[in-house]
């Protein structure tokens, strides 16, 4: 048998006890305490997880800004705007800090290379590329940066990587097979060597990260970088583009507060907080997301159907990355 208690009116009245009081503040405060826990938790998955949203939008959204301003401006623009967020941020947080003699090379190397390069030769390359095929194919870093580990830096590699970038070189050779591109227009050639020449400067960077570092942080870097990139975007972009050409329309200015301080000034930060707290091979294997949907985005937005050699190259690519970006047995890279 069960027992029942029942209340009266005056006894459902009555105050709580001192020692009652106190345990159902002690539960609360355990139960706000575990709230929080779960929710730190949970935050870098959240940052990171906000990051790959924007930086897959930014393929297609870049694709929309090219129509209201030419390549070389917006992708200066960009970072201009992205520079003034992240120098407005650390001023009103008292944290703007010039770079060290030591951060120069690696200022020098993200600042032209990562930023410069890759996003000038990304949005060149989709003046004449769909923005998802674009995505894919300026995401084969380590098609370059494992050959170039061995023959430069003497880094031994397991064959499970190897396997991984002979997969993703596959996918590559599938979408430059000639029924999947006209090697006869000049322009489609070049837009494709473009973006792979884009993710070679991309994996050069992560070699000398790797091989070589920075005394500052990341995000006391990333404004120098940018600002290093826009000052050399600007006269790059009057001298080869002439003019100013943004169109100052509605659409122009929303294309650009998106790439400037959401997908490059936000997202950077958020991936540099959420890799304090998440795994190495969790990270690299998330970002494997970024290309998959820019294609996707790409598809729902502006209309680009992916043929079967997209759909076979993309899967091809990300797959050899994900057996690439895998731990090796030993708990190392």
Not at 39 to 65: Q, T, Y
Request: proline letters at 6%.
């Amino acid at each position: 048998m069960s027992a029942s208690v029942t209340l009266s009116p005056v006894s459902a009245r009555r105050p709580l006890s001192a020692s009652a009081a106190l345990g159902s503040s002690r539960a609360v405060q355990s139960l706000g305490g575990a709230v929080v826990r779960r929710v730190s938790r949970g935050g870098p998955a959240l940052l990171l997880g906000g990051a790959i949203l924007l930086w897959g939008a930014n393929w297609p959204v870049m694709k929309l800004g090219l129509n209201h301003a030419s390549p070389l401006w917006f992708s200066a623009l960009r970072f201009a705007l992205g520079a003034a967020c992240l120098f407005g941020w650390q001023a009103l947080r008292g944290e703007i800090r010039r770079p060290r003699r030591a951060d120069l090379p690696v200022l020098a190397s993200i600042g032209l290379l990562q930023m410069m390069l890759f996003t000038a030769l990304g949005a060149l390359a989709m003046t004449h590329l769909p923005a998802g095929r674009s995505a894919i194919l300026s995401y084969t870093t380590p098609i370059w940066v494992v050959p170039a580990a061995v023959l430069i830096f003497g880094e031994r590699i397991e064959g499970r990587r190897w396997a991984g970038i002979g997969l993703a070189g596959l996918g590559v050779l599938v979408l430059f097979n000639p029924h999947a591109i006209d090697w006869r227009n000049g322009e489609i050639v070049a837009a494709h060597a473009m973006l792979l020449a884009a993710s070679a400067a991309w994996a050069a960077c992560i070699l000398h990260l790797r091989y070589g570092g920075a005394v500052s942080s990341a995000v006391q870097l990333a404004p120098w970088q940018m600002l290093l990139a826009a000052a050399v975007l600007l006269p790059l972009a009057a001298a080869i583009e002439g003019p100013f050409t943004g169109d100052g329309s509605a659409a122009f200015w929303a294309c650009l507060v998106f790439v400037g301080p959401l997908a490059t000034a936000f997202a950077f930060c958020a991936v540099n907080a959420a890799s304090r707290r998440l795994p190495a091979s969790a990270m690299s294997t998330a970002m494997l997301a970024v290309p998959v949907t820019g294609l996707a985005i790409a598809t729902a937005t502006l209309g680009e159907a992916p043929g079967p050699d997209l759909i076979l190259g993309a899967g091809a690519i990300i797959l050899g990355i994900a057996v690439s970006a895998m731990p090796s047995r030993g708990g190392r890279g």
